[in-house]
DNA sequence: TTCGCATTTGCGAATATTTCGCAAAAACGC
DNA sequence: GCGTTTTTGCGAAATATTCGCAAATGCGAA
């Protein structure tokens, strides 16, 4: 189901410069897991707060500190093996393994997936104007989702 | 030097269906001056936390409290006068009066800001994938900056 | 493999941050 | 102006985040 198992973890762990510990792998796994399928009208959660990564982590019967995760997604954060997002009133961390997009509604705060092979090229003239390379970046489109804008509107 | 003048603040308030109270008044004002000119070489701080707000309105002589700041971004970030944006470890907001984009660097957290000019209609084939509204969508690149590009790549 | 060094973890505690309830104050429509 | 509704400040509580340090772990070299 995941994107990402045991062993591409580690070795993605590696590359990235970042010791390979049960705690990160334990993260980006999880991180990987909340990807999964996308079959679901609405896509599920894929983006979590450091605190939901923790809970589901002990939940899962992990065992990690909540200082841990915060200094995990730190950590990966500047790996560049995440990315953080402001939804609602909280930061939360998706995967950035493949460079993937994100629409995010400003009024429910759902976070919309949309990937690469759906945006074509259409993301290079942009980036031209930003001077960042496209190989690593990521946009965000933040704005009312269909739905909520329907629900405003009335 | 402000887009916006306490005029304008008030009929923006007024259109947007929230009450003009002073202490938004100077939030709104605050945030519109963090944008100021644009003449240096790296843009200053255009998004701010609800500290900086906080913070900085009290060192400008207002009196307002902490707890009125974070009603407050909440209050304009649902009627859409302001974006939030995850910046290091924080969340920080910036003015959404009119569209506008932004560049974060995932390394070292600046933000740039793209005018809606520069950008040009290459947005709205970006949009069209998401199903959101280029009427009120904004565009956030997540990435490395240029400058952090080379400091990494050595 | 085993050893040694550098990094990471957990823990506990210190700090920050954010939310809440409530009474007083301010805004808006009439 | 007047009454109603919303917002504010305040104090306190609930959460979230960071920090220091000793023990544990990962990783490269021998």
Do not use: K, W
Not at 14 to 35: D, E, K, P, W
Request: charged residues 20%; contains cysteine; aromatic residues 4%.
């Amino acid at each position: 189901m995941a994107m990402l198992d045991e062993r591409r973890a580690r070795e993605l762990l590696r590359r990235s410069g970042v010791r390979r510990t049960a705690q990160r792998v334990a993260v980006l796994l999880l991180l990987a897991s909340a990807y999964g399928a996308e079959e679901e009208p609405r896509p599920q959660q894929t983006h979590l707060s450091s605190r939901q990564i923790h809970d589901q982590l002990v939940a899962g019967g992990a065992d990690i500190d909540p200082a841990t995760v915060y200094r995990t997604v730190t950590a990966f954060e500047h790996a560049g093996l995440l990315h953080a997002t402001a939804t609602n009133r909280a930061i939360t961390y998706g995967l950035a393994v493949t460079p993937h997009h994100h629409a995010v509604c400003t009024h429910c705060g759902e976070v919309t997936e949309i990937s690469p092979d759906e945006l074509g090229d259409r993301l290079a003239p942009l980036l031209e104007v930003t001077g960042y390379s496209s190989a690593d970046a990521e946009v965000t489109v933040h704005g009312l989702c269909p739905s909520c804008r329907q629900i405003l509107d009335a």
